[in-house]
């Protein structure tokens, strides 16, 4: 096995793991370059999860390459997990030592988590079906659950929140399976044993890009019933509050440059035309009304 030569002092534990991505076509070196640095990307989001896997503060992760084989396309990698201090590094010392024969389905578990998650967010963002990519993450799940001591629930919930960057991992995921999508039966083992696998459905439900999704939204309202609930007849901007009838709560208002306040003067409520702007929420992942744009005032 290839040695890694961390600096002196450094506390670190590596971890010798192999990918496989199971193809009868020939790779361009273009997508294998892309899957390769998503991959690195993907394993730099784990630190926490892993942590919490291993009951050990994590304080680093990095991938290094041993060997790549051809024709279907094998990765000899190597997962060097680092921590602050001793007592961290006892910890996971000893976690290893009692999953030695499973540690390795666990990480395959885990990156399989991460990488069908970040699909199933591309997918809604893209607003694609994802019936084959839900169904193999719960898979995966219940596998690496099983080899944790946790429920699918738990384990779910650790890999999903520990992710700071959505968008991010939605891109890496989709760029990771890039070399698998030029063959429609081709599959993704993500351990030796071939154990935690991305099936040929799942690849085929990826899509070929990631387009992440619109942060705002605007739509068009004509004479519609405004309710006013605050107001600042010193700004245009701001301190003005509102709804529109039958359609929004109360939302921010914001006057055109052209309309004038003195339509509204003594006015509990007006017709107008509008524009309704929505933002995306991050949690969600839905347009939400954020902003009612006064137009003209009737």
């Given at each position: 096995?290839?040695?890694?030569?961390?600096?002196?002092?450094?506390?670190?534990?590596?971890?010798?793991?192999?990918?496989?991505?199971?193809?009868?076509?020939?790779?361009?070196?273009?997508?294998?370059?892309?899957?390769?640095?998503?991959?690195?990307?993907?394993?730099?989001?784990?630190?926490?999860?892993?942590?919490?896997?291993?009951?050990?503060?994590?304080?680093?992760?990095?991938?290094?390459?041993?060997?790549?084989?051809?024709?279907?396309?094998?990765?000899?990698?190597?997962?060097?997990?680092?921590?602050?201090?001793?007592?961290?590094?006892?910890?996971?010392?000893?976690?290893?030592?009692?999953?030695?024969?499973?540690?390795?389905?666990?990480?395959?578990?885990?990156?399989?988590?991460?990488?069908?998650?970040?699909?199933?967010?591309?997918?809604?963002?893209?607003?694609?079906?994802?019936?084959?990519?839900?169904?193999?993450?719960?898979?995966?799940?219940?596998?690496?659950?099983?080899?944790?001591?946790?429920?699918?629930?738990?384990?779910?919930?650790?890999?999903?929140?520990?992710?700071?960057?959505?968008?991010?991992?939605?891109?890496?995921?989709?760029?990771?399976?890039?070399?698998?999508?030029?063959?429609?039966?081709?599959?993704?083992?993500?351990?030796?044993?071939?154990?935690?696998?991305?099936?040929?459905?799942?690849?085929?439900?990826?899509?070929?890009?990631?387009?992440?999704?619109?942060?705002?939204?605007?739509?068009?309202?004509?004479?519609?019933?405004?309710?006013?609930?605050?107001?600042?007849?010193?700004?245009?901007?701001?301190?003005?509050?509102?709804?529109?009838?039958?359609?929004?709560?109360?939302?921010?208002?914001?006057?055109?440059?052209?309309?004038?306040?003195?339509?509204i003067k003594g006015k509990n409520s007006f017709h107008a035309d509008v524009t309704l702007i929505y933002?995306l929420d991050p949690q969600s992942n839905q347009m939400i009304a954020n902003k009612i744009f006064i137009?003209?005032?009737?």
């Amino acid at each position: 096995m290839t040695t890694i030569n961390h600096p002196e002092g450094v506390l670190s534990i590596d971890i010798k793991h192999q990918i496989k991505f199971n193809t009868k076509n020939a790779v361009p070196v273009a997508d294998l370059i892309k899957s390769l640095a998503a991959l690195d990307n993907i394993i730099n989001t784990m630190p926490i999860a892993l942590g919490k896997i291993i009951a050990a503060d994590v304080d680093g992760i990095e991938l290094y390459f041993e060997k790549l084989e051809s024709g279907s396309i094998v990765e000899d990698i190597i997962i060097s997990v680092f921590f602050k201090d001793k007592e961290n590094y006892e910890k996971a010392q000893k976690w290893i030592g009692e999953n030695v024969n499973t540690r390795n389905l666990l990480i395959g578990a885990v990156i399989g988590g991460f990488v069908t998650w970040g699909v199933m967010l591309a997918n809604s963002a893209n607003k694609t079906p994802a019936a084959s990519i839900t169904a193999n993450n719960n898979t995966i799940i219940n596998i690496g659950a099983g080899e944790a001591n946790l429920t699918p629930e738990g384990l779910k919930s650790i890999i999903e929140t520990s992710v700071r960057d959505k968008k991010a991992l939605a891109q890496n995921s989709v760029n990771f399976l890039s070399p698998a999508k030029g063959d429609s039966d081709a599959t993704v083992s993500l351990d030796e044993s071939n154990t935690v696998n991305i099936n040929k459905a799942s690849i085929a439900e990826t899509p070929l890009k990631y387009e992440p999704p619109k942060q705002t939204k605007n739509e068009n309202l004509e004479n519609v019933n405004i309710i006013i609930r605050a107001l600042d007849y010193d700004s245009k901007k701001t301190g003005w509050a509102g709804k529109i009838e039958n359609k929004t709560e109360r939302l921010k208002i914001e006057l055109d440059p052209d309309v004038s306040d003195d339509e509204i003067k003594g006015k509990n409520s007006f017709h107008a035309d509008v524009t309704l702007i929505y933002k995306l929420d991050p949690q969600s992942n839905q347009m939400i009304a954020n902003k009612i744009f006064i137009r003209k005032i009737y």
